[in-house]
């Protein structure tokens, strides 16, 4: 079978008794870098020396099929770096082919940065997207469509990459938008900065150091009544968008019912 297994995000001392186990006695590790692994190997004590097999962003698709045939008469443990894999970190694929070909895939859970952040930013945690890493270009645009997101969103980001990404939430949020960034959790230097969007982006403006999670608050729910739901699909519709099509669109930006706005529209004409 394989074995997704979460290894520490920072603090060793997160691994998991069932991880050192596994560690200690697998065959096979397929690892996102085996320099990583042989390290934790040694860190955490442990003599066993599997044999490792590369699985990484530019050789998973290529690999899954191989890893998935081993599968099938052994237990083939797959890490990352830290934390999960197959959460923005290489594994999805490798899942994916063994699911389509029914070899069984179970996991040993433990630490994850998208959760200690969520769980540290003092955001509502309720309901919550994880975005995954932003993107290098077009953020502003990027920001601005997810604008009327409701639920608390996590992003990773590179701390280099970081001021930059803060000053477009600024543009594109706003500058009273709540949001977090949470460096190198669960390790020595761990900071958590909560504030205002201009707040933070100030604060973060000469830049940062270590592995960067930013969480941001979702957006207040919309108060439009029917009448005035209504009157916005009528003024799209004015302008050449389709009734279906206005309706949605308002429905997804008020949070009213797109058939009741829909119905009430086509009343209206």
Do not use: W
Not at 173 to 180: A, E, H, K, Q, Y
Not at 217 to 239: F, H, K, N
């Amino acid at each position: 079978m394989i074995i997704l297994a979460a290894t520490p995000i920072g603090n060793l001392g997160d691994a998991s008794r069932r991880l050192i186990e596994a560690l200690g006695s697998v065959e096979v590790i397929a690892a996102e870098d085996t320099r990583t692994t042989i390290h934790l190997l040694s860190a955490l004590g442990i003599t066993n020396r599997p044999r490792l097999i590369p699985l990484h962003e530019h050789n998973e698709d290529a690999k899954a099929a191989e890893i998935v045939e081993l599968a099938r008469g052994t237990d083939v443990l797959v890490l990352t770096d830290a934390g999960m894999p197959a959460i923005s970190d290489p594994g999805f694929p490798l899942v994916a082919a063994a699911a389509s070909a029914g070899v069984t895939v179970t996991v040993i859970p433990g630490p994850s940065a998208v959760l200690t952040a969520l769980a540290v930013s003092g955001l509502p945690t309720d309901r919550f997207s994880f975005e995954g890493f932003l993107p290098r270009k077009g953020r502003v645009a990027y920001f601005t469509s997810l604008a009327r997101e409701q639920r608390t969103m996590v992003f990773f980001e590179s701390p280099n990459r970081l001021p930059a990404a803060l000053a477009d939430v600024v543009t594109a949020l706003g500058p009273d938008r709540r949001i977090v960034v949470c460096r190198e959790l669960t390790k020595l230097h761990e900071e958590v900065r909560r504030g205002t969007a201009a707040e933070v982006a100030a604060y973060f403006a000469d830049g940062a150091r270590g592995e960067i999670c930013l969480v941001i608050e979702g957006a207040a729910p919309a108060t439009a009544d029917l009448p005035d739901g209504i009157a916005q699909v009528l003024s799209l519709v004015a302008q050449g968008v389709r009734l279906k099509e206005a309706s949605t669109e308002v429905a997804e930006a008020t949070g009213l019912s797109r058939r009741d706005l829909y119905e009430g529209a086509l009343a209206s004409r």
